[in-house]
Each structure stands twice: as C-alpha cells, then as structure tokens.
C-alpha cells in the first residue's frame, strides 16, 4: 500500500479536525498515513515518524499543513529524500504555502489523478569554518543571513570563487535562494528573483555606503562571507529559524545544495506572478 506523509505545524489545536478529514481522505483512497511528531500530538492511532526518518516509510508525497515556517523546516528535514511536498496554508501569509484548505481535496484529487507538477527549487548548502576547520553544515531554503548581536555595525568580507569582492560594514549580509528573494532579502531592499532562475542574491541589511547594493551570482558560484564582530559574538541564522553563535574570524563558505526541494501544484494552479500580486500586493498603485 502506498503512503503519505503529514508534517503540521505545532501549537494550532484547530488542526485536529483538519487532520482527521484528510486521512480519512486518504486511507479512502487506499493510502497508509505516516505523521511526524507534530501531527501525531492532535490524532492518534497512525504510524509516526520524525520528520528526519519519515523517508524510511517511503512516502509518495507529504501534505504539509501550516505556513510558510512549517514549510521551510519540512524541507530542510525530508528534501535530501527527493519526498515532493504539498503545502498547505494554514498561516497568515502562505506566500511558499499557497494552497489554501478550501482548494486541498482538489490539489489532492489532481495528485491521484497524476495530474499535478512538480516545480523543483534550489536549496543552499553551507559551512561555517571556524579555526580552519568545519564546525557545521546546514541547509537552507530561503536565506543564510550573518548578523552581529550588538546594535552597531559590522565588518563582512565577501568572496566569490575565491576571489575577493567587497568588504560591508552592515547590520547583516543575506546570502538568498530564488525562494527566499521574496523575504528577508526583498524587505532588504532587494530584487525579486523568478524560482527558476538559476542565481543566489547576496544582500547588505542597512550597509553604510551608497554604493553598495545587492548582487546577484550564478547558483554555481562558491560564495564566502568572513565575519567581524569585534569582542561580541554574532549569529548564523538558517531560514530564519535556525540560530548558531558565529564569533570574529568565522567564515561561512555557501553553496548550491546537492538536493532540490520539491513542490507539488496542480497544472493549472497560481503561477508566480498571481501569488506576488495576490499575497504581496506585488504592482499595485
């Protein structure tokens, strides 16, 4: 038989309900259901799984039921394992997760029906080398972003290709996907890339210089940034969810990861351009 797997977002009691209308939905039409942790606190009865091993069940696809933050930490935990996801919003904003609850059944009748697509996005991979050595690894979807702690100023040197660029003296650098261009990055000032380009923006947060403006490289491109806080230490944010200590003389060395996410639409769902204008207001006057 084959299976689904749910990932859902914590801390929202409202999902039970939703929960058990979808794997009745699916066990009806012969799916066995695998719930991460999350999705296993509001029903019960149903296999379970980390997030991390629900590849082990060899699921089809996996409904991820939340927002946008729901979304990014499921593809950072199950990309590696080629799982497509469906994301549904349960969120405020839902730019990532724009299937709505009211349009689930019919983006799942369309999977059933092998009648949806799959649109593959880039991931980044880094390395934070501290003392020569690797200290970590991580993946993102959306953005890296290098910040110091304290209310000034820092010093980042920026690499590309090993060949040095320019130094910012910013609140932060933004290293972002084509995905995360419409979030930290574009609140930053900077541009919008369409998913399919095959490029990742590198983005100064409030650098001080006119001349300094948000630069966008090929995705093959090997892009390394080297912090310098002074005697306070800074942070490493991965998605915006994931926090690590970075001190002065940290490097993080970023990548196109080996693995891309992948999303599942129906074939005649939104396309890029009717979200930006539907959920960001993208062009209106």
Request: glycine fraction near 8%; include cysteine.
């Amino acid at each position: 038989m084959p299976s689904v797997a749910i990932i859902s977002k914590p801390n929202k009691p409202e999902l039970k309900e939703v929960l058990s209308g979808i794997i009745e939905w699916l066990q009806a039409h012969k799916y066995e259901v695998v719930l991460d942790p999350d999705s296993a606190s509001y029903i019960s009865g149903h296999k379970q799984a980390t997030r991390e091993k629900l590849c082990e069940h060899r699921p089809e696809f996996a409904v991820v039921l939340g927002g946008d933050g729901t979304l990014l930490a499921a593809a950072r935990a199950v990309a590696h394992s080629g799982i497509p996801l469906l994301a549904v919003n349960l969120g405020s904003l839902g730019f990532l997760t724009e299937v709505s609850l009211a349009e689930l059944y019919s983006h799942l009748r369309s999977i059933t029906d092998r009648c949806c697509q799959i649109e593959e996005r880039s991931m980044l991979h880094c390395r934070l080398i501290r003392n020569g050595r690797v200290h970590d690894e991580y993946e993102a979807l959306n953005d890296l972003v290098l910040k110091g702690t304290a209310a000034r100023l820092a010093d980042f040197e920026l690499s590309v290709n090993g060949r040095r660029v320019t130094e910012y003296k910013a609140d932060a650098v933004i290293v972002a996907t084509p995905t995360g261009s419409t979030a930290y990055s574009l609140a930053a000032g900077g541009p919008i890339l369409v998913p399919s380009v095959k490029a990742f923006l590198i983005t100064p947060v409030s650098p001080h210089a006119l001349t300094h403006r948000p630069l966008v490289v090929e995705e093959s491109s090997k892009i390394s940034v080297v912090a310098s806080l002074g005697p306070e230490e800074g942070f490493l944010s991965i998605d915006g969810q994931v926090s690590v200590p970075i001190r002065t003389g940290d490097c993080v060395e970023c990548e196109l990861a080996e693995y891309r996410v992948k999303l599942m639409r129906e074939k005649n769902g939104q396309k890029f351009f009717d979200v930006l204008r539907t959920k960001l207001h993208w062009g209106e006057r």
